[in-house]
């Protein structure tokens, strides 16, 4: 093992502040075999001293794959004519909840793309049902950028978490995925904005999105730390055909496991999920990363008749699964690697 990397390690494992140069090196050197389980060893006894080995489950409900956007990198993005469109009802919603409930899931996440049919009425008559029936869950929204105002009043109602991606935090590089419309000044505004009002917020980026460099990641974990977000969404890139990055290649299973690792050195008691896109890239993969750090699973809740629909990127795994034989097939994986799904709501332990 390399003296500088073994020390950098080391140094992130005593949480020290480490320096760009190392983030860097770190970032930039492919890690021998001995480097890269030593770092995975060090962000796994993190996670433990923090979270044992619970992992966390959240219910992921896509009630919407209708988008007003045009990222490059995305399968739902409106200029894709491929995609059948569809979109979920209350009732439909609710009924996703209640399955979920029965399965253990006690946080229930609502994605969708940036859908302007459902109004901040439309959204908020949702909320507010879901909070009357599942006193005890976690409420997560997943819909995009949004005004302050409309974020005030989905908190009013009854969500108490947020996911938005910054997807990259420098500036050129954001523009390289997304068209001019498009900003990393109002996604970072949408960030705070949701802290502000008093959300759990998670924000986080693809791993080997087109035109990513190791400077651009160094950005990323620095804009984190700036933001100190209670989740960290990572996961590899992966190509849809019926977009601009059709020809791009792939992020990597081992950049993005060396990512989560560092990012829970970098962050001990972050939720970490070992996401779907990474159980895509290899059959493993999720397990893989629960024992790089990671300490959170996103199974979908979606009604099965529409999950294929849902599909930022090719080959996306259990689009043809219950949600019943998601959780139990996940549960196996998840007991395989050594730790175990509980039913918990999931919060953050500050530590
Ligand atoms: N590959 C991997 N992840 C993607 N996302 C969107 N498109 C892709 C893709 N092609 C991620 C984005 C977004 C999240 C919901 O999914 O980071 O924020
Ligand atoms: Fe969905 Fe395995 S987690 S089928």
């Known amino acids: 093992m390399r003296q500088n990397i073994t020390n ?3 140094k992130l494992s005593q949480f020290h502040n480490v320096t760009d140069n190392e983030l860097l090196t770190l970032l930039k050197d492919a890690l021998s075999e001995d480097e890269n389980r030593l770092l995975c060893q060090r962000a796994d006894e993190c996670r433990k001293k923090i979270y044992g080995t619970d992992v966390y489950i959240r219910g992921l409900i896509e009630f ?5 956007n045009n990222c490059y990198y995305c399968g739902i993005r409106r200029e894709n004519q491929n995609v059948k469109r569809y979109r979920l ?4 919603i609710i009924e996703c909840c209640i399955q979920g409930y029965a399965l253990g899931f006690r946080t229930f996440v609502l994605q969708s793309g940036e859908d302007p049919y459902y109004t901040d009425d439309i959204l908020c008559y949702i909320i507010a049902d879901i909070r009357t029936r599942f006193k005890d869950c976690a409420i997560t929204l997943s819909i995009g950028e949004r005004s302050k105002e409309s974020y005030k009043a989905f908190f009013e109602v009854g969500a108490n978490r947020y996911l938005l991606r910054h997807e990259t935090a420098s500036d050129s590089h954001y523009a390289r995925l997304h068209p001019d419309e498009l900003s990393l000044a109002n996604r970072k505004k949408c960030l705070f904005d949701l802290k502000e009002i008093g959300y759990q917020v998670g924000a986080g980026f693809m791993v080997g999105s087109p035109y990513q460099t190791p400077e651009h990641l160094l950005a990323d974990l ?10 960290i969404g990572i996961g590899p890139f992966i190509h849809h055909a019926d977009t601009p990055f059709a020809n791009m290649p792939n992020g990597t ?5 060396k990512l989560l690792s560092i990012i829970r050195l970098l962050f001990p008691d972050v939720l970490l999920p070992a996401t779907t896109a990474l159980g895509t890239i290899h059959k493993n993969g999720r397990e893989l990363g629960l024992k790089a750090g990671a300490n959170v699973v996103m199974p979908n809740l979606s009604p099965s008749g529409v999950r294929e ?7 996306k795994i259990c689009t043809g699964e219950e949600a019943a034989a998601c959780i139990s097939c996940l549960s196996q ?11 918990d709501i999931g919060n953050r332990r500050f530590i």
């Open 309 to 315: 629909n849902y599909t930022l990127y090719d080959n």
């Open 253 to 257: 299973l081992e950049m993005t496991l």
């Open 222 to 231: 620095r804009f984190l730390q700036e933001l100190s977000p209670d989740m």
């Open 64 to 68: 919407s794959n209708y988008c007003i």
């Open 89 to 92: 009802s209350k009732d439909e």
């Open 8 to 10: 950098i390690i080391e």
């Open 333 to 343: 994986r998840v007991q395989s690697a050594g730790y175990s799904l509980v039913t």
